[in-house]
Each structure stands twice: as C-alpha cells, then as structure tokens.
Nanobody
C-alpha cells in the first residue's frame, strides 16, 4: 500500500511560482512511477507530469512543458512539482499519484491508470 500527502498549494499571481510536494510512504517506492494530475473547476482530471526512477525519465503535458519541473527525492521519499510562469488556467486541485511497483509508466496519462492518490492541494492563480 502506498500513502501520498500533498502540500504547498496556495494563491499566487500570474507569472509567479509555487512548489508542490508530495510525501510518500509504503513499500518499494523506488519502483513506482509517480505523477501529478490536476482538476480545474468543472473539468476532468488531467495529466500534468510523470517521473520514473530519476529526472532522466520524465514526461510532461504540452500545456506545462517548459514551465513545470517534476522531480523526486528517493532518499526523502518525496515527489515535487516546481511550477513557474503560472497562468490563471493553471488554477486547479493538484494531485500526486503513484503506480503499482514495477508496473507503471511515465506515458500513462489517464487517471484510471494510476491506483494510488493523495487528497489534493489547491492552487489558485489570479490574473
């Protein structure tokens, strides 16, 4: 079983930055792919970014590529999302997700492909 707890959300002006973190616990975490998703008001949950073992294996949604950076600290068991040049359309509840150990992919962009979820953290970007 994997437990995930997000933190770091808040209110920021357009053009600003935020850093989200996801504290993880459970067995075999270093064999799990991990991801960030988001769900804006009235929208479906959408893929943001994913990472495998290290920063070498990452995948980003086109809407955030070049502005967001996903990373993980396998020593501290933490998943991070650095968000720069934020836009009002980035406003959403952000969720971290994890795969089953050794059975995940950074190219899984559907929420149904990720079995473990945190409770979410709100990010609001004002114009």
């Amino acid at each position: 079983q994997v437990q995930l707890v997000e933190s770091g959300g808040g209110l920021v002006q357009a053009g600003g930055s935020l850093r989200l973190s996801c504290a993880t616990s459970g067995r075999d975490l270093n064999r799990c792919a991990m991801a960030w998703f988001r769900q804006g008001p009235g929208k479906e949950r959408e893929f943001v970014a994913a990472i495998l073992l290290s920063d070498f294996w990452t995948n980003y949604a086109d809407s955030v590529r070049g502005r967001f950076t996903i990373s993980r600290d396998n020593t501290e068991n933490t998943l991070n999302l650095q968000m720069n040049l934020l836009k009002p359309e980035d406003t959403a509840v952000y969720y971290c997700a994890a795969s089953v150990p050794s059975d995940g992919s950074i190219y899984y962009t559907g929420p149904e492909q990720w079995p473990y979820w945190g409770q979410g953290t709100q990010v609001t970007v004002s114009s």
